[in-house]
């Protein structure tokens, strides 16, 4: 959540002409065709002619005289019906082909969680908890924090990507948050990324957060053991201190896109640590702040608390353990890694969930992370006009569930990483170092109709004060191995590196002792 260590913010991302072969596996293999393409780019035109058309309808609706906007939202002046069903009549247009206008993914009937309907500002509306989840229903669906309806519908959101069209290519002021130009800014990739690091880490595809604790020093690319072979991985460390006898987080690794991406399906193989004083994460971020100081300058500013800045958060979650009121104790699952969140946001307030905010959390029959590799997967469908945003979840390729209310629609980065939550939900920290290891990473955009963006104040070209390059080559496999095994230098008894390092820590008494409940 964005209150646990703020947003996302990256440096430049090359435009899809841009990709080179060599940077880590990246190329162009997106599977379109080059009339599809061009039809892609055509769709694009269209939805800028329209949205300049909505423009004027988002200013009266956000920006009318004597406080409409507050007006509108304690009346509930959008339709709030299903998503897909109520986008306003110029964004219902038969423009796009069956083949792109739905994109099917990988679930013929996802399972339903929100039920429209309601009074706007009563919490969204959902199927009786607990509920069968997933794949043959074995995995367990409960919630925790619920935004309300108001913000659950499609034409609000609509109309507030209308709005922000056209500035979509351009930059917004620093300080204001309002637009400066409708060029020079990011292009959201249509692209797929395929990386297996077999040559390393490179800045054309990636970069290292410094938020959330993070350091370029904890990112490193090593030989670990994939599917009985030694290859190139991306390794995350993260690391405590002990002071006064009190054992804190001291920093991070996490990674994320150079590029933005929208609808598609996003793919990750990796071995993260079941450790207490963690999350292991997935997560797509896209964060602005519209400011209520310039409200009557600002067709997108929406009072989304009654009053002060309008904080937009559109992000959909992978977080293990989960931390979720409805599933566990008080909201936290602490050290049970059978539970996973996947929640989806479209706006935040200061402490991380807000009215357009979905926890949702699983409950499977194994755990999402116990050291070896396992692959994750989410489904982002932004919507179309006959389609409801979702995004679906797999892991193993299994379908694990579905969260279909305020699925967000803004370009995001995608961010892989450990990081560490509250102590409440993911424990204490019982570890001195600890390692995640990524082996494979895809992304193939989907390009549906509902997908948009908005430049943000602190991702745009030439401001990147919380994300670095760093090109790291992968290291020659031969020289992690031992010459008379073949397996790995240090490796455990499963063959691969070791992912965590318990802490020494001194009681009272002053003996040195394990940390109780440390992994091994």
Request: include cysteine.
């Amino acid at each position: 959540p964005w209150a646990s260590g703020g947003g996302v913010w990256a440096q430049k991302a090359l435009g899809a002409g841009a990709l080179r072969g060599g940077g880590g596996g990246v190329r162009r293999g997106d599977g379109r065709s080059a009339d599809a393409a061009e039809m892609l780019a055509g769709r694009r035109e269209r939805r800028a002619t329209v949205a300049s058309a909505l423009v004027a309808v988002a200013f009266a609706v956000f920006v009318g005289a004597g406080g409409a906007a507050g007006a509108l939202l304690r009346r509930g002046g959008f339709n709030d019906g299903a998503e897909g069903a109520t986008a306003p009549p110029a964004r219902r247009r038969a423009e796009l082909s069956p083949a792109t206008d739905c994109v099917p993914g990988s679930v013929a009937k996802p399972d339903k969680f929100w039920l429209p309907g309601g009074p706007p500002e009563a919490a969204v509306n959902h199927v009786p908890l607990p509920a069968k989840s997933g794949a043959g229903g074995a995995y367990t669906l409960n919630a925790g924090n619920l935004g309300v309806n108001h913000f659950a519908n499609a034409s609000m959101q609509a109309a507030l990507d209308a709005a922000g069209t056209p500035w979509a290519h351009g930059t917004v002021d620093d300080s204001t948050g309002l637009p400066n130009s409708k060029t020079g800014g990011w292009d959201v990739s249509n692209a797929v990324l395929d990386d297996d690091f077999s040559t390393g880490l490179h800045k054309e595809n990636w970069m290292i957060l410094l938020q959330k604790k993070g350091s370029v020093s904890n990112v490193d690319v090593v030989v670990d053991k994939v599917d009985h072979q030694h290859r190139p991985v991306v390794q995350l460390t993260a690391t405590a201190v002990s002071k006064g006898g009190v054992i804190s987080l001291e920093s991070t690794g996490i990674i994320q896109t150079a590029q933005l991406y929208g609808s598609g399906r996003y793919e990750v193989t990796a071995r993260f640590p079941p450790v207490e004083g963690l999350v292991s994460a997935l997560w797509m971020f896209h964060f602005e702040t519209h400011f209520q100081q310039y409200e009557s300058q600002d067709p997108q500013y929406v009072p989304v608390t009654g009053d002060g800045d309008c904080l937009v958060n559109h992000e959909i979650d992978w977080e293990i353990p989960a931390s979720c009121s409805g599933m566990c104790k008080g909201g936290a699952c602490q050290g049970d890694f059978t539970t996973m969140n996947m929640n989806n946001y479209r706006f935040t307030n200061t402490d991380g969930t807000g009215p357009a905010y979905s926890n949702l959390c699983v409950k499977g029959p194994k755990a999402f992370v116990d050291n070896r590799y396992h692959t994750y997967a989410i489904e982002w469908h932004t919507g179309t006009s006959t389609c409801g945003g979702r995004a679906d979840f797999f892991f193993d390729g299994e379908y694990v569930g579905t969260n279909d209310v305020f699925a967000p629609t803004r370009g995001s980065r995608f961010v892989i990483g450990i990081w560490g939550g509250y102590e409440e939900w993911v424990g204490p920290v019982q570890f001195q170092s600890v390692k995640a290891f990524v082996a494979d990473v895809k992304i193939t955009p989907w390009g549906e109709e509902n997908d948009a963006y908005y430049p943000q104040r602190f991702d745009q070209p030439g401001d990147t004060p919380y994300a670095a390059y760093a090109d790291i080559p992968a290291p020659p496999v031969a020289d992690a191995l031992v010459p008379e095994t073949g397996e790995l230098v240090g490796a455990g008894e499963d063959g691969m590196l070791p992912h965590v390092v318990p802490f020494a820590s001194t009681d009272v008494a002053g003996e040195v002792r394990p940390v109780s409940g440390a992994a091994a």
